[in-house]
């Protein structure tokens, strides 16, 4: 049973305190467009007004729900709910909270028309009805409702399932990670058009910093200016300078924490309609991801390198990358890139190239390498095993979630880069990451939001194999959520001292697997006549 708190109205919700400090956000709140995006730098001023905004619709549309967004449950329960709660308390229109489910109760009023009076303006029951200037309604017979609108606090992350039954009036999504949630939100936009709900009108409020701009770079701003009445889709760009509110000192403490390049992206939004909109691996520097020649040997020297892999495209380039992994990055060590090779070719370069510099270890390569060619009438990976005794491991190929490991390794902003690139041995690598896109979707419209983001096919054979490397290595990283929390040298060593298997095999660590298998026998041997013994006394 949710624990509901109740608190009774002293006086109708007033928000006559509010004033908007920008032009911005002025004609942010003056648009009737039916999706409007604020997109702006840190500390511009964006969730501020759109929770005002929320509000301003909530109240004209009792009986209703809003729904507000978030990535998940800890954003919405840490972040946008105590906003929310606090903006509606000092307008004093909160008649209820239900801290349990997230749901806030406020205060609205709205006159209807039901009946043979919503039939002769030829209206549905329950729609609003026409007023005059002072707000009276225009017809009688007119009702007035005074039912709460509920707002709903609720994670992008939810089942599609689980929004079947909302009758939404509007929404508010806040700081999206749209990589991960473009299905959820590309699923609300077509919620507005559900001719079930009778609202004064449908609203979608969006809010975003620079890093969310991708998929709404092509739903909002793609061959548009900033601002507009709509009546699908608008938008603003909202610099922190823009924020008179800020106290003097706001910037300067920023500069003092960061990086030039990032005051350049969040604080003053410089060059924000240049060709890095769009491309995937924006974030991808020399300054900050670069390694040298002399870092190989002394992961090896220290003993720091955990493991090495080879990932191999067997395309037209075909390309292969050396990579591996200590407990805090991984690393591209160097590449080969070749057009017209035959396998034969690939097979000389694994084994001379890198199998008697570097030793053998795990190859991944592309998983289309298990079809068979045309010519051949077999495949790549079972002529390498077969022609050339080279043993491969299809690579993990989500796309959307291998690209979001790559950009999640790659962020410098916050701490340190855990994704390095030998910049000399990988120009070819380089090469296509400053050209890797997301491919722009046709013209959208309110009633046709299909924009799913997937990278261009062209020039991606390097990106490919760096997104199979990350997502096997990943693994190896401490503190990555997973089996592997603390680090693969921890997880060893939990394996060898506390599981159950490995301790009754103890010391087996030196001995070759048929003496392993012979020592398991006498052991189980050794088991099984003590508990005879034990069960004839």
């Known amino acids: 049973m949710s624990r509901v708190q109740k608190s009774y109205l002293s006086k109708a919700p007033d928000f006559s305190y509010y004033a908007p400090i920008n032009r911005q956000q002025e004609e942010f709140h003056a648009s009737l467009a039916r999706h409007r995006l604020l997109l702006g730098g840190y500390g511009g001023g964006k969730t501020y007004p759109s929770i005002h905004e929320s509000g301003f619709h909530g109240i004209e549309n009792p009986g209703h729900q809003f729904a507000v967004w978030r990535n998940n449950w800890d954003d919405c329960k840490n972040k946008i709910w105590p906003d929310y709660k606090d903006i509606f308390a000092e307008a004093g229109?909160?008649?209820?909270?239900?801290?349990?489910?997230?749901?806030?109760?406020?205060?609205?009023?709205?006159?209807?028309?039901?009946?043979?009076?919503?039939?002769?303006?030829?209206?549905?029951?329950g729609s609003p009805a026409p007023l005059r200037e002072d707000g009276t309604p225009a017809v009688n017979g007119?009702?007035?409702?005074?039912?709460?609108?509920?707002?709903?606090?609720?994670?992008?992350?939810?089942?599609?399932?689980?929004?079947?039954?909302?009758?939404?009036?509007?929404?508010?999504?806040?700081?999206?990670?749209?990589?991960?949630?473009?299905?959820?939100?590309?699923?609300l936009l077509s919620r507005l058009r559900d001719k079930k709900v009778i609202a004064t009108r449908h609203i979608g409020i969006w809010t975003a910093?620079?890093?969310?701009?991708?998929?709404?770079?092509?739903?909002?701003?793609?061959?548009?200016?900033?601002?507009?009445?709509?009546?699908?889709?608008?938008?603003?760009?909202?610099?922190?300078?823009?924020?008179?509110?800020?106290?003097?000192?706001?910037?300067?403490?920023?500069?003092?924490?960061?990086?030039?390049?990032?005051?350049?992206?969040?604080?003053?939004?410089?060059?924000?309609?240049?060709?890095?909109?769009?491309?995937?691996?924006?974030?991808?520097?020399?300054?900050?991801?670069?390694?040298?020649?002399?870092l190989y040997p002394k992961l090896k020297r220290e003993g720091k390198l955990i493991t090495q892999r080879l990932v191999i495209d067997v395309g037209n380039p075909c390309c292969v990358l050396h990579m591996g992994c200590s407990e805090e990055a991984i690393y591209v060590f160097g590449e080969t890139y070749a057009h017209d090779w035959q396998t034969s070719d690939l097979a000389k370069c694994i084994k001379e190239k890198y199998w008697k510099q570097y030793g053998s270890f795990r190859n991944i390569i592309d998983p289309a390498s298990a079809g068979k060619s045309f010519t051949s009438g077999t495949?790549?990976?079972?002529?390498?095993?077969?022609?050339?005794?080279?043993?491969?491991?299809?690579?993990?190929?989500?796309?959307?979630?291998?690209?979001?490991?790559?950009?999640?390794?790659?962020?410098?902003?916050?701490?340190?880069?855990?994704?390095?690139?030998?910049?000399?041995?990988?120009?070819?690598?380089?090469?296509?990451?400053?050209?890797?896109?997301?491919?722009?979707?046709?013209?959208?419209?309110?009633?046709?939001?299909?924009?799913?983001?997937?990278?261009?096919?062209?020039?991606?054979?390097?990106?490919?194999?760096?997104?199979?490397?990350?997502?096997?290595?990943?693994?190896?990283?401490?503190?990555?959520?997973?089996?592997?929390?603390?680090?693969?040298?921890?997880?060893?060593e939990k394996m060898r001292t506390q599981l159950p298997f490995y301790k009754e095999n103890k010391g087996m660590g030196g001995m070759s697997r048929r003496e392993q298998m012979r020592k398991r026998s006498i052991m189980a041997d050794v088991k099984r006549r003590r508990a005879t013994e034990a069960a004839h006394g």
């Not at 909270?97 to 039939?119: C, E, F, P, S």
């Not at 399932?161 to 929404?171: M, R, S």
Request: charged share 30%; aromatic share 10%; with cysteine.
């Open 93 to 125: 229109c909160i008649v209820r909270l239900d801290k349990t489910n997230l749901n806030m109760h406020i205060a609205a009023q709205r006159w209807n028309v039901y009946g043979d009076v919503a039939r002769s303006l030829g209206l549905r029951p």
């Open 209 to 294: 910093n620079y890093e969310g701009r991708d998929w709404l770079w092509n739903t909002f701003i793609k061959d548009r200016e900033p601002g507009g009445d709509g009546p699908g889709f608008a938008y603003w760009w909202v610099k922190t300078t823009d924020n008179p509110t800020l106290k003097a000192s706001f910037i300067e403490d920023q500069a003092a924490v960061h990086s030039e390049q990032w005051m350049k992206k969040y604080i003053y939004m410089e060059d924000v309609d240049k060709l890095d909109i769009g491309l995937i691996y924006h974030m991808l520097r020399k300054d900050k991801h670069n390694i040298t020649d002399e």
């Open 142 to 187: 007119a009702e007035l409702d005074t039912r709460p609108c509920v707002f709903m606090f609720r994670p992008l992350s939810l089942e599609r399932k689980k929004v079947g039954g909302y009758n939404l009036c509007g929404f508010h999504v806040d700081d999206p990670d749209s990589l991960r949630h473009y299905e959820m939100m590309a699923f």
């Open 379 to 492: 495949s790549p990976r079972a002529q390498l095993q077969r022609e050339h005794r080279i043993v491969t491991i299809p690579a993990e190929n989500e796309v959307l979630n291998g690209i979001r490991s790559v950009q999640d390794l790659l962020k410098s902003e916050i701490g340190v880069p855990r994704l390095y690139i030998n910049w000399a041995r990988c120009p070819k690598l380089i090469w296509e990451a400053e050209r890797y896109h997301w491919r722009q979707p046709s013209d959208m419209d309110m009633d046709n939001p299909e924009y799913r983001p997937e990278p261009v096919k062209r020039h991606d054979h390097a990106m490919d194999c760096m997104r199979y490397g990350v997502a096997d290595l990943r693994k190896y990283l401490k503190g990555i959520k997973g089996e592997r929390a603390n680090g693969i040298m921890e997880y060893r």
